[in-house]
Every structure is written in C-alpha cells, then in structure tokens.
C-alpha cells in the first residue's frame, strides 16, 4: 500500500538557517504529494503541494519539488524563523481519487533566537 | 474564514463510558474525515464519510464508529473506551472528488481514557 517516510526529528536550528526534511513515498501511479504543518495547540494546515512530477509547491519561503525518479519530496527553506517552529508532516493522495491522506510521522522543527 | 470545529480540546474518560467526540465544519464540504494522532505514527485514518449518512472504514477503525445525519456534522463514537484509545483526535473536511484537494482541520480533541 501506500506509504510515506519523513527523516526523524527533532530537528533543532537557530534563526536564519537552512531547513530540509526529507520526504520519500511508497505508492503506485502518480500520486499527489502535501506537506502540512502544525502549529503548537493548531490543527494541520496545508502549506504546500504538488500534482504531477517536476512540479515545485511553494509558500511562506518554504519550497518542494515532486521528483518521480527518487520518489521524493523533500521540504527546504533558506532562512527559518523562530515562527517556523512546528511539527511538518509529508503526506500523499494517490490518482484513485478516494479522498484519502497517508501521512509521514511528522518531523518537530524547533528554531531558536 | 473557513472553519473545522470540535466540541472539546481536553476530554478525560473512564474505561469502559461511552464517548462521542463532534466535528462540524461551515464550508458546505462534502467530505469528512476523522484521524488519531499519535507520537512517532503521525495520522492514522479512522474513518470517512463522502456523503451524508455514508461511512467508509479508513485504516484502523476497530472500537470506532462514526455518524454523518446533517452534511455539516461528523460525529466519532467510542462504544467502549479502552486505555489504548488514549490519543489526539484530528476531524477534517475537503471539498468535491480526487485527491489533490486540501483537507482543512479542526484544532483537535486530546482524549485520556484512564
């Protein structure tokens, strides 16, 4: 089935550094791929996604390319701000269309002053 | 604003009560979905419905049911609580068919079965 693996945190850094977390899929066809984002004592929120390979979501600084040949999706941005500090989670819909989200474990970003 | 609501932030139950968590949502969205959320497991799907008054098992159901009377309404039940339902609830909705579109979700229900 499908399945979603996200580099384990957590993942501590100071402010203006470089963020990645990687993000590689298990799944038949061609999925779309999401990264949420969930703020302390927030709901998930969308921050990006893409639907086809080679496509690049972007939003808040925050950047991912779907690359079918690696399987992957890995989230960056260049210079993280204390406000960035959340818990992010990669997540995937397959081409069936029933609606369904398989999420990664989710990776806790911490960023200090 | 659009918005996902659950009726309680913090619940604390006892082995064994009947427990009803509540989701409702304002964006005329056809579909909801309900998750636990759990440390190092990220979210697991409990169930989903797609229409009013239909229900799709997701992938851990057991010990859950759920009822969707009112398209705006989504409610989980625990028949029986158990300690291993001790967890983070997550409700969510999105609109119309496929995959690509964004689920919104409510702030989450912290559930202690003691």
């Not at chain 1, 999401?34 to 703020?39: A, D, H, I, M």
């Not at chain 1, 029933?98 to 960023?111: E, I, N, P």
């Amino acid at each position: 089935g499908d399945s979603v693996t996200q580099m384990e945190g957590p993942v501590t850094l100071s402010e203006e550094a470089f963020l990645t977390i990687n993000c590689t899929y298990t799944a038949t066809g061609y999925p779309s791929l999401f990264w949420y984002v969930q703020y302390p004592g927030e709901g998930l929120q969308l921050l990006l996604k893409a639907t086809k390979a080679d496509d690049k979501g972007s939003n808040k600084g925050f950047e991912a390319t779907y690359r079918k040949e690696t399987t992957s999706f890995h989230l960056e941005k260049g210079s993280v701000q204390v406000s960035d500090s959340a818990v992010y989670f990669c997540a995937l819909s397959d081409e069936t269309g029933d609606y369904k989200l398989s999420f990664g474990a989710g990776t806790t970003v911490t960023v200090r002053a | 604003d659009v918005k996902v609501t659950q009726s309680s932030r913090y619940l604390v139950k006892r082995t064994g009560e009947k427990v009803f968590l509540e989701c409702v949502q304002d964006m005329d969205h056809e579909n909801m979905f309900w998750y636990r959320q759990d440390p190092g497991l990220g979210l697991r799907l409990i169930y989903f419905s797609y229409d009013v008054k239909m229900k799709e098992k997701g992938d851990i159901p057991e010990g859950y049911s759920v009822s969707r009377e009112k398209k705006e309404r989504f409610s989980l039940i625990l028949e029986s609580a158990s300690t291993n339902q001790t967890s983070m609830y997550l409700c969510a909705s999105s609109q119309g068919q496929g995959g690509a579109n964004e689920q919104f979700f409510g702030p989450g229900t912290r559930l202690t079965v003691l």
